[in-house]
């Protein structure tokens, strides 16, 4: 089993920054890779970005240039720092632990508004 802690969301202005950490404990030797999804409400959970054991980050198309994933390995914490955030960022942001047999794990979500 794997454990997920996040931490960092809450209300922003447009434009703002916020950076989500999640720390991953528990059997996390097997890690293939971490990342962030997201859930509006009324819309389907999707991928935010993701980046890959050995560093590699995959982004999705409507926060390049905006978000940056990063991964610290001692302790097994992941960031997103956030830029330029728009309201149509609002959303439950949520951690992934995909281990070596593609089994997911999920933190319990945090928050983030983006609003004047």
């Known amino acids: 089993q794997v454990q997920l802690v996040e931490s960092g969301g809450g209300l922003v202005q447009p434009g703002g920054s916020l950076r989500l950490s999640c720390t991953a404990s528990?059997?996390?030797?097997?890690?293939?890779?971490m990342g962030w999804y997201r859930q509006a409400p009324g819309k389907q959970r999707e991928l935010v970005a993701e980046?890959?054991?050995?560093?590699?980050?995959t982004y999705a198309d409507f926060v390049k240039g905006r978000f940056t994933i990063s991964r610290d390995n001692a302790p097994n914490m992941v960031y997103l720092q956030m830029n330029s955030l728009k309201p149509e960022d609002t959303a439950v942001y949520y951690c992934?632990?995909?281990?070596?047999?593609?089994?997911?794990?999920w933190g319990q979500g945090t928050q983030v508004t983006v609003s004047s």
């Open positions: 992934n632990f995909r281990n070596w047999r593609a089994v997911d794990f």
């Open positions: 980046i890959t054991r050995g560093g590699n980050p």
């Open positions: 528990g059997t996390i030797f097997n890690m293939n890779a």
